[in-house]
Every structure is written in C-alpha cells, then in structure tokens.
C-alpha cells in the first residue's frame, strides 16, 4: 500500500509514453521494415531505446530481435 501512496510512478509513466510514441517505430527497426528512424523518432533518444528494449523483451525468443537490437546500439549508440 505504501508503493501506492509514496512511490514514484514516474519510470513507469516515461515507459509508456515512449511506447505510444516510438512503439511502431521501434517494431518496425527490430523487424527489418525500416532501416533507419524517421528523425522525430530522435526528439528523445531514450523513449526509442526504452521501446526497444521492451519490444525485445517482450518478444524473447526472437533471436533476430536481439540480434537487430544489438546492431542498432552499434550504430546509433554513439549518437
């Protein structure tokens, strides 16, 4: 109950506003249907990695998921 009244949400709520925002976006680079974001998918570089981590695991046991993920922080990790 203590959670409820004095904890703080906040990553919680972050999470979910990048998932409204960049969730496709982030499916669509795990999946191969993009190459690249479109650049206002870059306004806040962490929603779109957040999503895609979540999308990766959620999707677990894809392995081309992960290994997309992992060439995606390759290239854009640097940015």
Same mark, same amino acid.
């Given at each position: ?33 993009? *190459?690249? +974001?479109?650049? %206002? ?6 929603? #779109? /990695? ?10 677990? *046991?894809? +392995?081309?998921? %992960? ?6 922080? #390759? /290239?854009?990790?640097?940015?």
């Amino acid at each position: 109950m203590a959670y409820l009244l004095i904890g703080n949400r906040t990553p919680v709520f972050d999470l979910w506003t990048a998932e409204d925002k960049v969730g496709q976006v982030a499916d669509d680079l795990l999946t191969a249907k993009i *190459d690249k +974001p479109p650049s %206002w998918a870059f306004e806040d570089g962490r929603q #779109l /990695i957040s999503a895609m981590q979540t999308n990766v695991h959620r999707n677990a *046991d894809d +392995p081309n998921r %992960w290994m997309r993920l992992s060439e995606l922080f #390759l /290239i854009y990790g640097g940015n």
